[in-house]
């Protein structure tokens, strides 16, 4: 099992900052860890927030801590979770990924979000925090609108192109 790598607090400064007010805004958290993330969208008004956490024990965890009302967690595989939140007719206005890096997530995870297209509304973000020395690949109808660089982490905000969203 991969160790946990929290998102740094500057890193979770800099993504809360950029995104702005959350308050209405419905959050999806993918490989949750800690629950971090999750945790501020609900502090910051996100909701519905759901978190998707594959390690057992660190979803435990994040149940016990969860005090929020907005806050649903769900611990299984990140596929499987995408599937789930489908199923029950989410749709987010952010998409957060935090894979473990260096595991090729930045090679697959945009077209497995596109395979479900249906949970990122129209003019949704899902942003990808990755490794430095990864790059992530992005093909239409994934449009790059920005990349920020934190030491070692880097987020990456990716759209849909206006076709792409008119499709779905």
């Given amino acids: ?8 607090g500057l890193v979770v400064q ?3 900052n950029i995104l ?19 945790f501020e969208a609900c502090r910051r008004g ?26 649903t ?25 935090d894979p473990p890096y260096g595991v090729r997530w930045n090679e697959t995870l945009p077209d497995l979000i596109l395979s479900r297209r249906e949970i990122l509304k129209d003019c949704g973000v899902f942003v990808f925090e990755h490794g430095r020395e990864e790059i992530v690949k992005v093909t239409s109808p994934w449009i790059l609108r920005d990349e920020r660089s934190y030491g070692r982490s880097v987020l990456s905000f990716l759209e849909l192109s206006s076709s792409a969203s008119k499709e779905g």
């Fill in 20 to 38: 702005g007010n959350l308050n209405g805004v419905a959050f999806l958290d993918l490989f949750s860890g800690t629950g971090r993330i999750a």
């Fill in 14 to 16: 800099a993504l809360f």
């Fill in 46 to 71: 996100a909701d519905p927030v759901v978190s998707v956490e594959l390690v057992r024990s660190r979803s435990k965890a994040i149940w016990k801590a969860n005090s929020f009302d907005s806050h």
């Fill in 73 to 97: 967690h769900i611990s299984m595989d990140v596929r499987k979770g995408l599937s789930w939140v489908s199923r029950k007719g989410f749709a987010f206005d952010v998409v957060f990924a």
């Fill in 1 to 8: 099992m991969k160790e946990v790598r929290p998102t740094t």
